[in-house]
């Protein structure tokens, strides 16, 4: 009897809008170090991964996928892309009855039941995919799903999902992501510009899994693992695993993708001793502004870390305390102009739309924005996704059409005007970069990259189409009260 062993993974783009953010292009960590696994035990492995491909159309994508010999396709569903990828699926299976579709990720984690359902899957996972990837497979082949935690399936029409259990092992027995699986010329941290010298593509690494913390919008959707127990990988771990990167793929620029880095201070002290001798260049995409001391960022831009980019959310205490968030507007203050001070660049997140937010709110934000003056600012809407504390309150009221936090909002859980909310993001936008405090910061800061970097100067072209276009008025906003 013929026991599948090729399989394809798939990642649909998570913003289809035009003109709206650069979406970031980052190594997709779960579908890599399954990949490797399988890869290892001598699997048929293809990665199809549609947020970086030049040609992301729709009917070609299938095209691909329908010209491969494939057993199981892993599809990555994800809120976001949820209309595309189970339309995709619905129509696969036209040509393909007998493949097995497994879903992972962020919507299958959070409401297996529905993807089986309604959109396509036949098994979904609901924890980490590389936490479950190698007995997966086997108990495919064996036809003994019924022994497996942390998966839901159909038997008979009716959806089994077993019991969650968090996987008990050490991280460091995954095994590096092998960047030969990738195009490694596509993926890029947009927001951060590269030095020139250093390279021609970017590494990503996770130097820690999970998150301790409980903020209410935060679902694996805005992260880069499910399961939220945080475990670290040892320094020796990774010093390999980035002198195996540079020794033979060249690459010399990384970006740390943790869901929340330096959570252990003389962990982190003890890892940048380690990337000193290394002689790379790296930044930081999420951190805590309590999380950063002084000491450390100073040992960090020793050790090769020249930008950092902290979840700020709000300006308004009253809307961090709401959020979850645990944090102090005068602490992420004082924390951005220290990585500012020490030389190094830095990315500011904030969120408008909150429950019950008033104009005064947003007011307070774009002030401490203002006295903070990052480098990059990132403004996204505040929208309660599956998997998030805060869907689970609102969820009655949500539909896939308000997903998504891009752009323009869908759902008002604000106290603002929808007409007011829905110029927030442009407006902060405008307000900021269009002044001559920013162009100060631009030219001390990134100017220096653009002379080098074409990305550099498409960002900029971007980021200036983005805040000058036109106001979308067909587009309904639902009033949703909040709780």
Not at 91 to 96: D, I, T
Request: net charge positive; hydrophobic share 40%.
């Amino acid at each position: 009897m013929h026991k599948p062993n090729k399989v394809v993974f798939i990642r649909f783009p998570k913003n289809l809008q035009k003109k709206s953010h650069p979406t970031e292009t980052v190594w997709p960590f779960s579908i890599g170090i399954a990949g490797t696994i399988l890869k290892r035990l001598g699997f048929s492995i293809k990665i199809i991964d549609l947020q970086v491909e030049e040609n992301q159309r729709y009917d070609n994508a299938m095209q691909a996928i329908l010209s491969l010999d494939m057993d199981m396709l892993f599809v990555q569903y994800e809120t976001l892309s949820l209309c595309l990828a189970s339309s995709f699926c619905a129509q696969l299976r036209k040509v393909k009855e007998n493949i097995i579709v497994i879903g992972f990720g962020q919507h299958a984690s959070a409401l297996p039941r529905e993807l089986i359902e309604s959109h396509g899957a036949d098994i979904c996972i609901t924890t980490d995919l590389e936490f479950v990837i190698e007995e997966l497979v086997h108990a495919i082949q064996n036809d003994s799903l019924v022994k497996l935690k942390n998966i839901a399936y159909k038997d008979c029409e009716k959806v089994i999902i077993k019991e969650s259990a968090v996987p008990d092992f050490h991280p460091d027995s995954l095994p590096f992501v092998d960047p030969s699986l990738f195009q490694l010329t596509r993926y890029r941290r947009k927001k951060f510009p590269k030095p020139f010298f250093w390279g021609k593509d970017w590494g990503f690494v996770r130097t820690s899994l999970g998150c301790p913390y409980h903020c209410i919008f935060c679902s694996p959707l805005l992260r880069h693992s499910i399961e939220k127990a945080y475990r670290a990988h040892s320094i020796g771990y990774i010093y390999r695993q980035i002198k195996y990167y540079k020794e033979e793929f060249g690459l010399r620029t990384f970006s740390m993708e943790d869901d929340i880095f330096s959570i252990d201070e003389d962990r982190t002290l003890r890892l940048c001793d380690a990337l000193r001798s290394l002689r790379i260049r790296w930044v930081v995409d999420g951190a805590r502004a309590d999380r950063l001391s002084a000491a450390l960022l100073k040992m960090m831009k020793q050790a090769g870390c020249y930008g950092i980019g902290i979840g700020i959310e709000s300006g308004s205490q009253n809307i961090l305390d709401s959020l979850g968030k645990q944090q102090n507007r005068e602490k992420i203050k004082e924390c951005a102009l220290t990585i500012k001070k020490t030389g190094m660049l830095l990315v500011g997140y904030v969120m408008v739309g909150a429950p019950r937010e008033t104009e005064h709110e947003v007011e307070e934000t774009f002030r401490l924005i203002r006295e903070i003056a990052p480098h990059v600012l990132y403004a996204h809407y505040f929208i309660p996704y599956p998997g998030s504390q805060a869907y689970e309150l609102f969820k009655e009221k949500l539909f896939l059409a308000h997903m998504t936090h891009y752009r323009y909002p869908r759902v008002n859980f604000s106290n603002m005007d929808a007409i007011v909310l829905r110029n927030c993001m442009k407006t902060l936008y405008a307000r900021y970069y269009l002044s001559f405090s920013y162009l100060k910061e631009y030219i001390t800061g990134r100017l220096k990259y653009a002379l080098f970097d074409i990305h550099e100067v498409m960002l900029l072209k971007d980021a200036i189409v983005f805040i000058m276009r036109g106001n979308q008025k067909d587009e309904t906003i639902e009033k949703i009260e909040s709780l």
